[in-house]
């Protein structure tokens, strides 16, 4: 079959590194920095693609060339979706599978084994900043010995359209060239019909691609092109594990959804930057898109903003519904802001807000609406990349900021990059508005029999563009599951039901692995009680055999037997871990010092007297269109509009049997319509006129009032009209 690169890598998933700057690297090292680290030989990697999730096995063979035993550590950073579900050490040709146990009894064994004299690995999840970052340490690895590590990681894989996409981060590869394999083997649920790569690979069959050559160090992508397929159940067929049964659920709804955009659920955060040079006409602009932005949003939705410098000030504590208190506060508090909150720092407001916690029927979504500098861009970068999944992040950007990051942070994040200044912000604004609203599937849940378990408990929405991935598991496995239903509200808030009957079987037993990952992120993250969370988890991880960071940890023991007279001892040396700002920790004497010298060069300076910047007002011109959003009410409703859409307004007789205001909203959600440009806020008027008047008195109306539309008079939408003051549209 051959390799269909040009057409699909054009619809590459756009992926930044998130640990683009970072300068620390992976795989096996001397755990004392003095010594010669082993040598790498040779990688090879393997990647199964089993719909939307895929397994790959790191396989790298090293040697201790030095006349000294290593004690060494092995590092992996893998996505923040990802988990290692398997270690296996190789030490000249004795194979021990790594165990997992709980982290103190592994950690106590590992110490144990290295005071006898044998080799030990002990592999436990750390914590960090970039992805998930996987160590083991190995002791006591003797002089002239080839070690060879397989390690085996399961993540999701990216579904656009008939795509999926799988990408294995270039930390995977060494920076060092040598001779390495890659293989990827696809089992997917429907028939394959192009697949591409960033790097040239060959067909082996057709579900089967391979690469023969040197190392790369870079982000590999491979794009896999699938015929439509039904919604599937994948059973897998564990030959370990007879009784026991495990399902997934992969089902891709649709999402042909238009007029109902007013009923979806969001949690909209507005980041605003209010340094001081947001001041003048910027700070205008950003308080003309705040009161665009705030009335598109649907009554179903919650919404916070949070004004940024070095310090920050949140209209509310936390993310609130939009209603009539909340819209009010909000328009208040944008009528008042000002560029007085120091310097710009995004990192710190990003990290405040993803340390709040979500709320799975409301997905988040933040939008940046700033001119400043991006500082420590890589590590904004990473921030972004480790809770991309959580967020869809979008960022309007006024001319002279750092346009470069600010692409990226909307890329890893998967938003929209937009900038305007002036009257250029009504079009960007228009261009990320729809987008600003997720729509989704909720309040999902599998119809299983009794004797199984849904894993995870409470399943997050399914996004536009992404697919359901739900996990079953059963311990008594009694007559073969037929169908899976299921039950969710669509994103219109209707009640969405779907059999899935369609299944196939797989040999393997990564499913159960997936699943129990599943159900032991979702106990971090949601379970109060902490005893029963952690004795879950422990069992979890052993009867899975997955590690969990605090929890459980791999373990392997090699027990040297002819070890030479008089070999050099290991040495071993403790690392501090460093703290995440990277400052320098000086002793108690030298910080002291510094301190004394520091207040002495204060002392001698005068203090600068600080410049009181003279509030400027800011105009802007508006069109009709933008004149009748800027009318429209919290609940969508839209008074008083007819001298803004008629010519001679007086000439157009209003029907008998609608009130003024549901009449008003009416006209102007027609006139609305016609531009084209304004979709959140038309589906906010229709929702208002449709839950007033009722559906099918909405529908009579709305082609009466249409037919009116297209025999009067209408005002021109295009023409600019004298220029407003901004402070006067609060």
């Keep these: 079959m051959p390799v269909n690169r040009e057409n699909l890598l054009t619809a590459q998933v756009n992926y930044v590194s998130a640990t683009d700057g970072n300068t620390e690297t992976y795989g096996l090292k001397a755990q004392n920095p003095n010594e010669n680290p082993p040598e790498l030989r040779t990688m090879n990697l393997e990647t199964l693609v089993i719909d939307s999730m895929h397994t790959t096995v790191i396989e790298q063979t090293y040697v201790n060339a030095n006349n000294y035993p290593l004690e060494a550590i092995y590092k992996v950073l893998l996505p923040s979706t990802a988990h290692v579900i398997e270690f296996v050490a190789s030490l000249d040709g004795q194979t021990i599978k790594a165990k997992v146990k709980e982290e103190a009894a592994a950690k106590q064994e590992y110490e144990e084994a290295i005071a006898r004299g044998d080799t030990a690995v002990l592999a436990v999840a750390e914590d960090s900043k970039i992805g998930n970052l996987f160590s083991m340490s190995l002791g006591n690895i003797l002089p002239g010995k080839t070690i060879q590590i397989r390690t085996k990681y399961i993540d999701l894989a990216t579904a656009l359209g008939r795509n999926t996409h799988v990408i294995i981060p ?118 003309f898109a705040m009161n665009i932005l705030l009335r598109a949003i649907p009554t179903s939705s919650k919404f916070n903003i949070l004004g940024f410098g070095t310090r920050f000030q949140k209209l509310f504590n936390s ?14 508090y944008c009528s008042t802001m000002d560029a007085n909150l120091g310097g710009t720092n995004i990192y710190k407001a990003l990290s405040t807000v993803f340390n709040e916690p979500t709320e799975l029927d409301y997905p988040r979504v933040i939008i940046i ?103 079953g598991a059963t311990h008594k496995k009694e007559d073969e599951l037929s169908s899976v239903m299921i039950s969710s509200v669509d994103p219109c808030g209707e009640e969405f039901y779907q059999e899935v009957t369609n299944i196939r079987y797989v040999e393997t037993d990564v499913i159960g692995k997936f699943a129990a990952v599943q159900r032991i992120r979702e106990l971090m993250l949601y379970c109060e009680d902490e005893d029963l969370k952690k004795d879950e988890i422990i069992n979890l991880c052993i009867k899975y055999q997955v590690p969990a960071k605090g929890y459980a940890a791999f373990i392997a023991v090699f027990e040297n037997e002819d070890v030479p007279d008089n070999l050099p001892e290991m040495q071993t040396k403790t690392v501090d871990t460093e703290s995440p700002n990277e400052n320098l920790v000086l002793n108690d004497d030298r910080a002291q010092d510094t301190r004394k010298m520091a207040m002495k060069e204060k002392c001698k300076r005068p203090a600068k007297r600080k410049k009181r910047r003279r509030p400027r007002n800011y105009n802007v011109f508006l069109n009709n269109n933008i004149r009748i959003v800027l009318m429209q009410n919290f609940n969508g409703s839209i008074p008083d509009c007819h001298s803004l859409v008629f010519t001679n307004p ?61 025999r009067a008079n209408l005002q021109s939408d295009k023409d600019d009209l004298d220029s407003v003051p901004v402070n006067s549209l609060f």
Excluded at 266 to 275: E, P
Excluded at 401 to 416: A, F, P, V
Excluded at 661 to 674: C, D, G, P
């Design 369 to 471: 609406l700033t001119d400043g500098y991006v500082g420590q861009p890589n590590e904004l970068l990473r921030l972004v990349d480790r809770y991309k999944e959580d967020i869809v992040l979008h960022s309007v950007a006024i001319p002279g900021c750092s346009e470069k990051y600010l692409k990226q942070l909307s890329t890893i994040g998967g938003g929209k990059f937009i900038k305007g200044e002036g009257n250029e912000i009504i079009s960007a604004i228009a261009n990320i508005m729809k987008s600003c609203i997720i729509s989704s599937y909720r309040d999902i849940y599998l119809e299983l029999p009794d004797n199984f378990v849904q894993y995870p408990n409470k399943i997050a929405p399914i996004l536009a563009g992404s697919r359901l991935l739900a996990f």
């Design 170 to 287: 270039k930390d995977i590869f060494p920076t060092v060239v040598v001779d390495c394999s890659i293989r990827v083997t696809c089992s997917m649920s429907g028939s394959i019909s192009g697949f591409a790569s960033t790097i040239n690979m060959e067909s082996e069959s057709d579900t089967s691609y391979i690469y023969q050559g040197k190392s790369v160090c870079q982000d590999t992508e491979f794009v896999i092109e699938t015929e439509q397929t039904e919604p599937t159940i994948i059973i897998e067929r564990n030959p370990e594990a007879p009784e026991s049964q495990h399902v997934m659920v992969n089902f891709s709804p649709s999402f042909d959804y238009t007029e109902d955009l007013a009923e979806y659920m969001n949690d909209i955060v507005f980041l605003v930057d209010r340094s001081g040079s947001m001041g003048g006409s910027r700070i205008g602009a950003v308080k």
């Design 650 to 710: 007086n000439e157009v007789e209003k029907p008998a049997d609608i009130e003024d205001i549901h009449w008003s909203t009416l006209v102007a959600l027609i006139y609305l319509e016609r531009a084209n440009s304004w979709d959140l806020n038309v589906a906010k008027a229709r929702n208002y006129l449709a839950k007033a008047l009722g559906k099918s008195k909405f529908d009579q109306l709305y082609e009466l009032a249409s037919e009116i539309l297209n």
């Design 319 to 332: 993310s609130e519904l939009m209603n009539e208190y909340s819209f009010d506060r909000a328009m208040q």
